[in-house]
């Protein structure tokens, strides 16, 4: 029924970027589909909402080798109808209260709770909405380096951590385009990373763009808005990373194992920002 009453206002939709370039949507979450001569990769398996595998089955009959930016549940949740999935070293999940995922969202909802209580009316919807299922895929690390070839292209794994500690993105060094999940995007951005400051996460964002200006990186794309991005936004976004404060907050949480007070904060020109 919650899959029915949500298809009415979102459904998957394609478009073609350039040629052996997909980016499919179901109206929240962008994952993209880049194919080779032999293979191809899927960046990102979005929310479930709808089966991934048999949208995409019907976009190409390569094999296909699936890939998460990282692992919030708006990226991960059709993981389960894959055998395989490939994630950064430092956000493989355990499923279990260890991961640094699944601890910090039970302590945000705890605190969200014991503040709200009347919101505890909502934690069924909100399991299935933020807990990737876990199924009987296996997980498989990818590291900063990493090369996947696909036939006549190949993509290289950069890390980026900050909004979570395995984010990564993929570089495309023949088009000189980067696919970047929600490590430095517009519209929604969720930060999840107990282990790192926004001062930190604005580092790594400015010491990424000089690296991928230097290599020659023009555009990228990310996660949750329909544009692409001149290479030039990340080091803005860094830079705005440093200037949002605890006192533009919509909501405080004091989270156990966080090394800074986390946030709801609202700015004009990105809303919805947990920090």
């Known amino acids: 029924m919650r899959k029915d009453v ?34 191809a990769v899927l960046f990102d398996t979005g929310l479930d909402i709808f089966n991934i595998k048999d949208f995409v089955s019907k976009l ?13 549940p708006d990226h991960s949740n059709g993981n389960h109808h894959f055998d395989t999935v490939y994630i950064g070293e430092a956000d493989l999940p355990t499923f279990t209260t260890e991961d640094v995922y699944f601890r910090l969202v039970y302590d945000i909802m705890d605190a969200t709770f014991e503040k709200y209580p009347e919101s505890r009316k909502l934690q069924s ?39 979570t500690p395995g984010s990564i993105t993929l570089l495309d060094p023949a088009l000189k385009f980067i696919y970047a999940g929600d490590a430095s995007d517009m519209d929604i951005w969720m930060f999840t990373n107990p282990d ?59 989270i156990p194992g966080a090394r800074s007070q986390l946030c709801i904060a609202a700015a004009l020109s990105r809303k919805h920002l947990l920090y």
């Open 196 to 254: 790192c400051t926004l001062h930190e996460y604005a580092e790594n964002g400015r010491r990424y763009f000089k690296e991928v200006e230097a290599m020659g990186y023009t555009k990228y794309r990310g996660a949750h808005v329909p544009i692409t991005h001149n290479i030039s936004f990340m080091r803005d976004y860094a830079h705005w990373l440093d200037r949002l404060t605890p006192e533009k907050a919509l909501m405080k949480f004091n």
């Open 60 to 72: 190409t009959d390569k094999e296909l080798i699936v890939v998460n930016s990282h692992f919030h």
């Open 125 to 163: 919807l909100i399991d299935k909405l933020i807990m990737t299922k876990k199924g009987n895929t296996q997980y498989m690390p990818l590291k900063d380096g990493d090369e996947i070839d696909l036939g006549g292209k190949k993509l290289i794994v950069k890390n980026f951590p900050g909004h």
């Open 6 to 39: 949500i298809s009415l206002f979102l459904r998957y939709s394609k478009s073609k970027l350039r040629e052996h370039v997909t980016r499919i949507t179901d109206g929240i979450v962008n994952e993209f589909l880049i194919e080779g001569t032999d293979k």
